[in-house]
């Protein structure tokens, strides 16, 4: 992975075998982001994602092998208990035009995956909610 930082946007190229998840984090620690907004595109060969079921408080994962691209990876950088944590959303399609997606547990880069951190001026911490099970924006 290699990154640029231009004031409050960060661009960052991630190679093939590298893990998306882990290399957002490793860009948030170094450049002391508390507060993004995350979006990509590139290609997977291996990815993890997740349906929450609100009824159950319990996700369901879906774990797709073969050549995919990605054609949607949005979410946020921001804090739970002051400490790093990344909301992170994933939709990827095959050769046949279909498109699988849902909440990322995991993706590995098949070529590339080119990103844009827009880095915000401010913190937002997590909190519990009970009633959904979810860790939600705490303002």
Partial sequence: MEYRRFNQTIIVRM?????????IKNVALAEGIKLAQVSALGATNDFTVGVYKVDEKKYYKNHFVGDYEIVSLTGTINTMNH???THIHMSAGNESGEVFGGHLNE?????????????????????????????????
């Fill in 15 to 23: 190679d093939k075998g590298e893990e998306i998840l882990a290399n």
């Fill in 83 to 85: 400490d790093f944590y």
């Fill in 107 to 139: 993706a590995w880069v098949s070529a590339t995956c080119e990103m844009v951190i827009t880095v915000i001026d401010g913190e937002v911490e997590r909190f519990l909610d009970d009633e959904t099970g979810l860790n939600l924006f705490l303002f």
